[in-house]
């Protein structure tokens, strides 16, 4: 509105001396944003606004405030919420064992009349997780791009907080065959691991030799491999992965 009052104003001036021109929007449209990284389901979303009797908190945008004067909050009489941070990544159906959660990116377009370019911010998602900070969870605007990181290992707390968290589905499918009790497709609750989904199945038969894994990688292709069954692994580690769908 900031960019479209000085070229109207500036048209106007040809008409009128002095022209002060007052903008409102009256309905927005939907935000085009694109998650990447390590997610389940990266890719370009559109989320919309909603009408709701809630005003926008100021404090949501104060990464963006504090790093450009530019970007303001709205006004406390607009009776749209924005979609947020954590709506755009329960989008893409959970993360992988590697999300970095700590170190967030989000990158923004600055608008024209501000000098134009594009501002980004890193965000600590895990302090909203776990203390409950929505500072972080901040408003997203069209054109946001959204990354999360790859850690080097495993960030098997991260992980845990995030599977108990509403931001993954709530259940997962998974594929068993072989040398089981029970064979096929089976539905578990988020977080299971691999020796406990076999033993909610009843086990193992006996004679049983080593567990062959496969995993759908994000790129289409597949990744296998060979573990020992051995049950005092610990949760979370590659010789008990933590399942995913598929």
Known sequence: TKDLKIILEKEFSEYIYDPDINLSVALY???SITLRGEVNKPGLY?????????????????????????????????PYSFPKLFEAIKLGEGIT??????????????ASSSGGGKIRTTINLISLLQNGDQNVNIDLRDGDDIY?????????????EFNKSNLTPDEIEVFINGNVKKIGRVTF???????????????ENSMTGN?????????????????????????GTQKNPILISG
């Open 97 to 110: 064992s590697y999300a970095d959660l700590k170190n967030i990116q989000v990158t923004r377009n600055i």
């Open 29 to 31: 449209r939907p935000l």
């Open 189 to 203: 609750k988020q977080g299971i691991s691999l020796f406990e989904a076999i033993s909610a199945v009843g086990g």
């Open 211 to 235: 567990i062959e894994f496969i995993r759908l990688n994000k790129n289409g292709t597949t990744k296998k491999k060979l573990l020992k069954l051995d049950r005092v692994s610990i949760k």
């Open 46 to 78: 559109q989320i919309s606004p909603l009408l709701s009797d809630s005003t926008i908190s100021k404090k949501s945008n104060s990464f963006w405030d504090s790093r450009n004067s530019s970007v303001k909050t709205m006004s406390n009489s607009n």
């Open 148 to 160: 999360i990181p790859k850690s080097t290992k495993i960030l098997l707390d991260q992980l845990i």
